[in-house]
């Protein structure tokens, strides 16, 4: 099956750093990938969709400024969370979707968990 | 907008038990309906999907739901319980972005505990 990998799995950072979170999709090309944000013992909210080669569509609430997504190639999309702040504290997934063959389906990183001290 | 309500946020049943997980949804029109699971410290995995061909779904791992249109209903079933069901469940929606795209609208989550 199509595997999604993520970068790193784990960080802690002080407040006012960035922090980039790498995701990548190992055996397929996505030309779409999602980022999620994840509160403890919450749900999965979508926090914006990456198109390869074009602009991030953000999600209403969501900071452009502050979430910085980059999808540079088929296989990478990253996240950057600039001036980090506590409450940016967090569980961040990303997933690529794969269009193959009449299969349209998201498959899912084992998400990065961002401490933000 | 599509929504998806799941009706309980834990559920706890015994190892060899059924399992039952409420979901109803919101959709102005057919939507497509998927399980989800997530075991800590993995990736969300798909257990089944709903996009209008058969009513009930047969997934991975022994479950199985079922779409009512009527009840707006999409609940999540396993006939018997493993210790290894254990994890955190979440009801989906789909909605339409633009290209084609389809954007996941996620429920709440339901924790499944199993005891022995």
């Known amino acids: 099956g199509a595997v999604v990998s993520q970068h790193p799995s784990r960080v802690i950072c002080k407040s006012g750093t960035s922090v980039k979170i790498e995701c990548r999709s190992l055996d397929f090309q996505a030309t779409t990938m999602f980022w999620y944000r994840q509160f403890p013992k919450q749900s999965l909210m979508l926090m914006a969709t990456?198109?390869?080669?074009?602009?991030?569509?953000?999600e209403q609430g969501v900071e452009k400024d502050k979430f910085l997504i980059n999808h540079a190639s088929l296989t990478l999309s990253t996240l950057t969370v600039t001036s980090a702040h506590p409450e940016d504290s967090s569980f961040y997934i990303c997933s690529a979707r794969v269009q193959d063959r009449g299969l349209d389906e998201q498959y899912f990183g084992p998400g990065t968990r961002l401490t933000v001290t | 907008a599509q929504s998806v309500t799941q009706l309980d946020s834990h559920v706890s049943v015994s190892e060899g038990t059924p399992v039952l997980l409420r979901c109803n949804y919101s959709?102005?029109?057919?939507?497509?309906l998927f399980w989800y699971v997530q075991h800590p410290n993995k990736g969300l995995q798909l257990l089944l999907k709903?996009?209008?061909?058969?009513?009930l779904v047969k997934g991975i791992n022994g479950f199985e739901a079922e779409f009512k249109k009527s009840e707006t209903s999409f609940h999540l079933t396993k006939p018997s319980a493993h210790m290894s069901d254990a994890a955190e469940y979440f009801c989906?929606?789909?909605?339409?972005?633009?290209?084609?795209?389809?954007?996941?609208?996620f429920g709440q989550g339901t924790r499944l505990t199993i005891n022995p």
């Open positions: 990456s198109n390869e080669g074009s602009k991030a569509t953000y």
């Open positions: 709903y996009t209008s061909a058969a009513t």
């Open positions: 959709s102005s029109y057919s939507p497509s």
């Open positions: 989906v929606v789909s909605d339409l972005l633009i290209q084609g795209a389809q954007k996941l609208v």
